[in-house]
């Protein structure tokens, strides 16, 4: 198997495992939710037997990069297993992480988003591009001829993001949107920021990841461009910083998170550097 797949089902097993050992704790989880965790678990097994099946009647090429495609698809798998485990915020940490959003972004840490102007605008839409980043940047890769680095591609933006999936259950927060009083009127919010409340409202786990696993996938994904495609890497490492705008402006990450996801992708890249072949 490809080393992609190695860490996307062996970080699914090993959640799925940490499940039945948190049992064992004061707080355990309900017997539903460790079924969940682990019936996700067996998601990226069947699926990367699947696709390795397919060479029996497909063109090696094909079945290549149906695989290099198909992590894509199972990206969010353990994303999914680690809401499992959010059980309730614990308010000092969530004082904690807003005493020093407080401390360095007074005037934003005291709202509950953007406001509806053309800057809050151009941060909301950026933030949106969180979601189809990491598919783009292995588009990029295509696009600059450089598929070859696929393996270092995968590499680089697992470990980083599921590096922040692993932290996260032990730092159970709301989002700061959720903490900061009332919302504004609907008709005081920009279209763009209802559409990515939909999105989160109807997709997310309804707590932030901590370290942040957006940041830290773009970041990383820019991160591995610029080492094998530089133009392409300067553009979406830009894009990149303002992801992490919109989500600290528009509140669905505190700004420590928001570091930390990108001192994440940053650590695990140089790490990583030398085998990124």
Not at 4 to 23: C, D, K, P, R
Not at 37 to 53: D, E, F, G, K, N
Not at 69 to 82: E, G, I, K, M, R
Not at 84 to 113: K, V, Y
């Amino acid at each position: 198997m490809r080393s992609s797949e190695w860490i996307q089902i062996g970080f699914a097993v090993i959640l799925a495992l940490a499940a039945w050992v948190q049992a064992l704790s004061r707080h355990p989880l309900p017997v539903r939710r460790r079924w969940n965790i682990t019936l996700l678990a067996v998601v990226p097994i069947a699926a990367v037997t699947v696709a390795r099946s397919t060479a029996i009647f497909l063109p090696p090429l094909s079945v290549s990069v149906l695989r290099d495609w198909l992590t894509v698809a199972l990206f969010l798998v353990p994303y999914w297993q680690t809401g499992q485990f959010f059980q309730g915020p614990n308010h000092r940490i969530e004082e904690r992480l807003l005493a020093f959003d407080h401390r360095w972004m007074p005037r934003t840490a005291g709202t509950s988003g953007t406001a509806r102007t053309g800057l809050g605008l151009m941060l909301e839409l950026s933030y949106l591009f969180c979601y189809p980043l990491v598919p783009l940047g292995l588009l990029a890769l295509f696009f600059a001829g450089q598929r070859d680095h696929v393996a270092s591609f995968w590499l680089v933006v697992l470990v980083a993001t599921y590096l922040c999936y692993a932290i996260t259950p032990f730092v159970p927060a709301y989002p700061p949107r959720d903490l900061a009083g009332s919302q504004p009127p609907r008709a005081q919010t920009g279209k763009a920021r209802i559409f990515n409340r939909w999105i989160l409202k109807h997709g997310s786990i309804h707590a932030i990841s901590f370290p942040s696993a957006h940041v830290a996938s773009t970041f990383a994904v820019s991160l591995v461009l610029l080492r094998f495609a530089p133009l392409l890497g300067m553009i979406f490492l830009f894009i990149s910083v303002w992801i992490s705008l919109g989500a600290v402006i528009g509140r669905y990450h505190y700004g420590l998170d928001v570091l930390l996801g990108a001192a994440t992708a940053l650590a695990v890249f140089l790490a990583c550097y030398r085998y990124l072949i």
